[in-house]
């Protein structure tokens, strides 16, 4: 039992480069989420989805782009990354936002 | 938008103190969820209070939630070298979106 499943682990990118961060679940979760996490300032929604096909913003979604095309898989895409995008990228599930999260295990990304 | 405040931002305690961590809003709090995050780690999810004046055990854990429902605590007691880590808490918002503190750094000198 994988639970959420993010790839990749690491990645280091030049500015101005594009990458998609994959994210899957096998535990029939309606609800994914992406989240970046900066140094003292917790974990701040940028995306998520209530269910296959939809997505909508959430707190910091500009630079960032979004799909759910299947129930099991949520993608992040970052089309022209600027330093200002170096985090830890969590993605998180949860069947109808109740009995709370689970995260995967993060994608720590360095944009230069 | 709604804010969730945690203090303290950092706690060091020796190995078998006591710990709390806080959580308020200005507002009404929906559900609060409990995460820790080891370091290095990813968050895992603890717990979730969903009535006034709730209170949770987990072992050494205790969960609170205030009777006005605008704050929240986490009770550790004795410490132990596996309880470092940084605490969260969330507040649940429409969309079953999850607005989290800052979260509180716990590190236990053995």
């Known amino acids: 039992n994988a639970g959420v499943t993010q790839t990749p682990k690491f990645r280091v990118l030049k500015t101005g480069q594009s990458m998609t961060l994959l994210c899957a679940q096998d535990?029939?979760?309606?609800?994914m989420y992406w989240y970046r996490q900066d140094p003292g300032m917790g974990l701040r929604l940028i995306h998520y989805?209530?269910?296959?096909?939809?997505?909508a913003k959430g707190e910091v979604p500009d630079g960032y782009n979004v799909s759910r095309l299947k129930k099991q898989n949520f993608l992040l895409g970052l089309e022209s990354a600027a330093p200002s995008q170096t985090s830890v990228y969590f993605c998180?599930?949860?069947?109808?936002?109740?009995?709370?999260?689970?995260f995967g295990s993060g994608t720590r990304l360095t944009v230069v | 938008g709604q804010q969730v405040m945690q203090i303290p931002q950092y706690q060091h305690v020796q190995e078998g103190e006591d710990f709390t961590t806080y959580c308020n809003s200005s507002?009404?709090?929906?559900?609060i969820q409990w995460y820790k995050q080891r370091p290095g780690g990813h968050p895992v999810f603890l717990i979730q209070?969903?009535?006034?004046?709730e209170v949770k055990k987990q072992k050494r854990l205790t969960f609170q939630f205030g009777e006005a429902k605008k704050n929240s605590s986490l009770h550790i007691t004795a410490t132990q070298t596996t309880d470092v880590g940084t605490y969260f808490c969330?507040?649940?918002?429409?969309?079953?979106?999850?607005?989290f503190g800052e979260g509180t750094q716990l590190t236990v000198n053995p």
């Open positions: 209070l969903v009535k006034s004046g």
């Open positions: 535990m029939n979760h309606e609800y």
């Open positions: 969330a507040d649940e918002t429409s969309g079953s979106r999850l607005t």
């Open positions: 998180a599930s949860s069947y109808f936002g109740v009995r709370g999260y689970t």
């Open positions: 507002t009404t709090l929906s559900n």
């Open positions: 989805s209530v269910g296959e096909g939809t997505t």
